[in-house]
T-cell receptor, first 111, second 113 residues
Framework: DTAVSQTPKYLVTQMGNDKSIKCEQN?????MYWYKQDSKKFLKIMFS???????INETVPNRFSPKSPDKAHLNLHINSLELGDSAVYFC??????????FGQGTRLTVV | KNQVEQSPQSLIILEGKNCTLQ??????????LRWYKQDTGRGPVSLTI?????NTKSNGRYTATLDADTKQSSLHITASQLSDSASYIC????????????FGGGTRLMVKP
């Protein structure tokens, strides 16, 4: 069973579209994260959700919005996609300061 | 500013050789430090996690060290294998309510036969 699962794995879309990436964890963790990995392979945190409350938002454009319907899910919505949004997006979860488990990533390509 | 810097950025070694990757951080207050291995096209997978009081931790052929005074960590890989080719990422957790993770830029390791 996959601990942290993301869908879709690949997403190709046109500029200006709105898209969502889903993330689910079955580990019972209380914190979930979204990361963006740029072309230089550098991981940057975008959001952190703890007990359904947004804890961190690292100067991410407001076109990006996390939605957590419950403790096991943290979806990423992106409006008006831009070319620069092309990257691999990783979801992760952890229990407080414990080990973070990562999903396999979603490769987003904006054309 | 909380930062994590890794060196070298990339490294090529021959199969069977040892290597050491470096991580320097300025994150404060510090909670723990982790080393992750990320294969191409995959999500990061944890290798080790160390808290403030731990100086070394091993996971098979991987041995991580931590000097909390100098804020330095290293990851030593012994008897490298072709499957060790990956990116190795140092991650430091900030001790606050959000447990923010700060990622280093990673070291790209390539093991050649």
């Amino acid at each position: 069973d996959t601990a942290v699962s993301q869908t879709p794995k690949y997403l190709v879309t046109q500029m200006g579209n709105d898209k969502s990436i889903k993330c689910e964890q079955n580990l019972g963790h209380d914190t979930m994260y979204w990361y963006k990995q740029d072309s230089k392979k550098f991981l940057k945190i975008m959001f952190s959700y703890n007990n359904k409350e947004l804890i961190i938002n690292e100067t991410v454009p407001n076109r990006f919005s996390p939605k957590s319907p419950d403790k096991a899910h943290l979806n990423l919505h992106i409006n008006s996609l831009e070319l620069g949004d092309s990257a691999v997006y990783f979801c992760a979860s952890s229990q407080t300061s414990g080990l973070a488990f990562f999903g396999q990533g979603t490769r987003l390509t904006v054309v | 500013k909380n930062q994590v810097e890794q060196s070298p950025q990339s490294l090529i070694i021959l199969e069977g050789k040892n290597c050491t990757l470096q991580c320097n951080y300025t994150v404060s207050p510090f909670s723990n430090l982790r080393w992750y291995k990320q294969d191409t096209g995959r999500g990061p997978v944890s290798l080790t996690i160390m808290t403030f009081s731990e100086n070394t931790k091993s996971n098979g052929r991987y041995t991580a060290t931590l000097d909390a005074d100098t804020k330095q960590s290293s990851l030593h890989i012994t008897a490298s294998q072709l499957s060790d080719s990956a990116s190795y990422i140092c991650v430091v957790t900030l001790r606050n309510a959000g447990n923010m993770l700060t990622f280093g830029g990673g070291t790209r390791l390539m093991v050649k036969p």
